[in-house]
């Protein structure tokens, strides 16, 4: 275990963990981790999926209970017995997946829980407004949440943090949910609040984002801190990576070109509305044919959640043919869809993808338990088996197979949703955002599946927000804005420049004027 490096006086310093240690049911997920953060500053917190970095940011922010260990903030020990307690020593936390109340209004979600039962609306709206723009927030207070997109919420989750007055802030993942131009923003954002006299620490996946963004690191595998308080001046991304996995990564290298077969799926003039009554995509057309990945690029919020839905079967569309391989399937159910080898990797994980009450095997079995129909009952050393077998094949870090899916972190549960729906030999497969919030290996393995789908015959559609993964990976690239497929090319020739001029659309551009 590495001690911090930097030559700095603790009282300089706003955050020191000491010996931490917490144990889940079969998993030490901290085992005696060190953690010391400036004032002023933002600190990566780094690590592969599982490496512990959300529990130990749990136990900051008073969620968790560590087993043993101290907590110090501004010099000064505490013993959280909640989130709250946290937040009055000025600790607040915005977790991996948001806690908000879509029905509820920006400006309420902002205050809930923390202003008087009767709420001036005009004022506290006038209010989030007054803090939102100081640090650049883009947000509408009074707009309902749910109207908003996931760099909208991520913000709400911030300026939430920020009106309970919180001197740290804890962002776990915050720029897996963002286009490349609001990671920029965001990391505008923070090094405004880091310049106010607020610590910030930061976790990502992605080291070129967390060079260009923080000023020390500390990494943590297998529970422990392997090396802390790195300067991120003179620390290279390689460097990083070596630590956090313990050896090397190995980078990928644009896959050999499939020879494509015949056309899997085609989209004739497809439609379909959104959640907010208007069109979400309207007159897309192309074909997936037999051994070819298409990617669908483009700045969320501009059709693709909604095509890749109505494509699975779980969104109407309202216009337009859909045709797997050479049948009509615009009214067929998704369950039958998927009876016929159609796999689908939604975006929302806990929402669609994965039922957070049952437990690792059930959500395991769920899959082949819908396509075999084998009836009511389910033999459990069966279930067992299989979902020790896909653990195993897909690289989930998991303790208890009988303990929910909700134990799971982030990158495993993905992992768990991936290998499952992959594990079917599908012929067509749509897949969202299916490297989001992995790590270094995590994504390589997703990657290489994709891949033997492709190679072994079935169409791919991948959506993603990471324009550098789409034009390693894909075979045609399709540009989505506003709804409608705006241009097709060739990811092995066409420039990262030309492709991000087809993402922007006018009204992104007028919007930030
Ligand atoms: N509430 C819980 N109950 C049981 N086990 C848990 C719980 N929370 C986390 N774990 C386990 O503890 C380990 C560390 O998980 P943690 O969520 O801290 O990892 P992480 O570094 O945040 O990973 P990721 O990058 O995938 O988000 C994992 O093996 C996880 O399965
Ligand atoms: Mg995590």
């Known amino acids: 275990m590495t001690q911090p490096s930097s030559p700095t006086d603790s009282g300089q310093l706003s955050i020191e963990l000491t010996d931490i240690w917490k144990t889940f049911p079969g998993v030490v997920a901290n085992a005696g981790v060190e953690l010391a953060v400036r004032r002023r500053s933002i600190h990566a917190l780094l690590g592969e999926n599982g490496a512990g970095k959300s529990t130990l940011m749990n136990i900051l922010a008073g969620v968790y209970r560590p087993d043993s260990g101290e907590v110090k903030i501004h010099g000064l020990p505490h013993q959280f017995r909640s989130p709250a307690d946290a937040l009055s020593a000025g600790v607040g936390m915005v977790h991996q997946e948001f806690r908000l109340i879509p029905s509820f209004s920006v400006a309420e979600n902002i205050v809930l829980g923390s202003a008087p039962s009767i709420i001036n609306n005009r004022q506290v709206e006038n209010d989030v407004e007054d803090m939102a723009r100081k640090y650049g927030l883009k947000v509408d207070p009074a707009q309902p949440l749910w109207q908003l997109s996931m760099g909208e919420r991520q913000k709400v989750e911030i300026l939430k943090v920020l009106w309970r007055d919180a001197q740290v802030l804890i962002l776990d993942e915050p720029t897996t949910v963002l286009t490349p131009s609001e990671v920029d923003e965001l990391g505008e954002i923070l090094r405004r609040m880091a310049n106010d006299g607020r610590s910030i620490i930061f976790i990502s996946h992605k080291l070129h984002e967390v060079s260009g963004i923080c000023d020390e690191a500390t990494v943590l595998r297998q529970g422990e801190t392997v090396a802390g308080s790195l300067d991120m001046a003179t620390t290279d991304q390689n460097e990083l990576a070596r630590l956090m996995v313990g050896s090397s990564p190995v980078i990928a ?53 909604e095509l890749a839905d109505v494509i699975a079967g779980l969104r109407p569309s309202n216009n337009g043919t859909l045709i797997m391989d050479g049948t009509d399937i615009t009214a067929v159910s998704a369950h039958r869809r998927f009876q016929s080898g159609l796999a689908y990797i ?105 891949l033997d789908q492709r190679n072994s015959g079935a169409a791919v559609m991948m959506i993603s927000e990471d324009l550098d993964e789409l034009l390693t990976l894909t075979d045609r690239l399709l540009v989505m804005e ?31 004027s």
């Open 253 to 305: 290298a644009r896959p050999a070109a499939a020879t494509p077969g015949k056309p899997l799926l085609e989209l004739q003039n497809l439609s379909a509305m959104g959640d907010r009554g208007v069109d979400a995509f309207s007159d897309v057309n192309f074909r997936i044919h037999s051994g070819e990945i298409v990617g669908i690029a483009g700045v969320a919020g501009n059709g693709q959640r």
């Open 346 to 450: 939604p975006e929302d994980r806990l929402g669609v993808g994965l039922a957070p009450r049952l437990s690792i095997t059930d959500n395991a079995i769920l899959r082949v338990y819908r396509q075999q129909r084998r009836g009511p009952f389910i033999i459990a050393e069966k279930a067992l088996s299989y979902c020790a077998d896909l653990v195993k094949r897909f690289g989930v870090r998991s303790g208890d197979p009988d303990g929910p899916i909700a134990a799971l972190s982030g990158g495993n549960l993905q992992r768990l949703l991936v290998g499952r729906e992959l594990d079917g030999k599908p012929s067509v497969v749509i897949a969202s955002q299916p490297t989001r919030g992995l790590d270094v290996q995590g994504v390589k393995a997703i990657q290489d599946l994709l």
């Open 482 to 512: 506003g709804g409608v497929i705006r241009g097709e090319f060739d990811p092995r020739t066409v420039s990262r420049h030309e492709v991000g001029m087809a993402m922007l659309s006018d009204a992104q551009a007028s919007s930030h």
